[in-house]
């Protein structure tokens, strides 16, 4: 722990104590996400939790979670797992995957599905909202969905990440980030110096809290799964463990998509590797 020094200022913990404080970080965000803080990521942590240390009093970083060791879990743990989780993302992220979804997987699912014009989509790890409204956009520009109720589930382990996903507000950066001029003017609208999202995008999207790591709550029946860059951030029996349990809500004749660095190869036998447009997906096999 740090000490006061004469002078008034507070002495950084000797390097055993960071040792300490990162090996309990690396634990408590490994129990609560799975994610894995690799070795060496100092500087990652004195990034991320620098401004939480400061608003909390503490010395540096090291000293906050040296204190948080000896707390009983609450909103400060939480807050420190938040902080340390990776919520990059963008609007059409990794656009073949948006363009195989509009010009291949809604005509095939349109074809399979026209008996009940129900098509249920999840973005599982959605971070601030622009995966799941831009499905939302590909489902309200498709002619052939109009009549169609399309769901889209849209949950993350974080819960501010969720609230500004709700919220469907993004800043001038965020939009400038993926979306088209056209796409911009038609889904949205200024609001100050921010954009917000027409509210016909946003009632269509169900925004949630789920763990992929723990045990989930009852999840539909999905057609059209995207979980894409979370499975890099776990150990391989987790993403075992996600992948399994994903097997379990896609339809047997539904779609899978992966990051780009991510696969189900060497993971899970019951996915088979296609290509679909420019882009790769991952169906259950046999269908
Ligand atoms: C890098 S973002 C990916 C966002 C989006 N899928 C994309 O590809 O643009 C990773 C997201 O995974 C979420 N995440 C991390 N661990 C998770 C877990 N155990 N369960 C659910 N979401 C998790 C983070 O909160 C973050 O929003």
Known sequence: MSAAVPGGTVAAPAPAEA???????????????????????????????????????????????????TQPHGQDHTAVVEAMTTNETSFFRDPAVFEAIRTRVL???????????????????CSTGQEPYSLAMLAKEDPALAAWDVRILAT??????????????FTKLEVNRGLAANRLLRWF??????????PELRRSIEFRQL??????????AMDLVLLRNVLIYFPVSTKRQVLAQVRTVLRPDGYLFLGNAETTLNLDGSFERVEVGGATAFRPSGS
């Open 107 to 125: 005509p095939d699912l349109v074809d399979r599905r026209g008996g009940t014009r129900h098509l249920s989509v999840w973005s599982a790890a």
């Open 156 to 169: 993350d382990l974080t819960g501010a990440v969720l609230d500004r996903a709700r919220s469907g507000r």
């Open 189 to 198: 609208t200024q609001a100050g110096t921010e954009w917000e999202v027409a």
């Open 19 to 69: 040792a300490t404080a990162f090996a309990y970080l690396q634990d408590l965000v490994r129990e609560r996400s799975a994610m894995a803080i690799d070795e060496g990521k100092e500087y990652l942590v004195e990034a991320r939790l620098a401004d939480l240390a400061r608003q909390r009093g503490r010395s540096s970083v090291w000293d906050l979670l040296l204190w948080l060791r």
């Open 211 to 220: 763990n992929l790591a723990a045990a989930w709550p009852a999840v539909p």
